[in-house]
């Protein structure tokens, strides 16, 4: 995994609706630990490869973020969910 392919195929989380959080940036606060620690294992399992350190911050120095309020399901398939 490189940073070129990881900014072709962005992982994408879908999260409560933004009229109940009006400010982008308090999904991001709401969720940024959960989103840190799932990358991170993505990319490096050993969890003491990780750094110490995983604050607001430093997700936001990690990692670009976009939100985006709309998403439109294409499949004729049932969604399926991953537990995490």
């Not at 992982?11 to 620690?37: C, H, Q, R, T, W």
């Amino acid at each position: 995994m490189t940073l070129e392919k990881g900014r072709r195929d962005p992982s994408v989380f879908l999260a409560d609706d933004l009229e109940n959080e009006p400010e982008p940036e308090g999904i991001v606060k709401k969720y940024y630990k959960m989103i840190f620690e799932y990358e991170l294992h993505e990319w490096m399992t050993p969890e003491e490869t990780w750094p110490r350190n995983r604050d607001l911050r430093t997700f936001l120095e990690w990692f670009d973020v976009d939100i985006c309020t709309m998403v439109i399901d294409l499949s004729r398939g049932a969604l399926e969910q991953e537990p995490y």
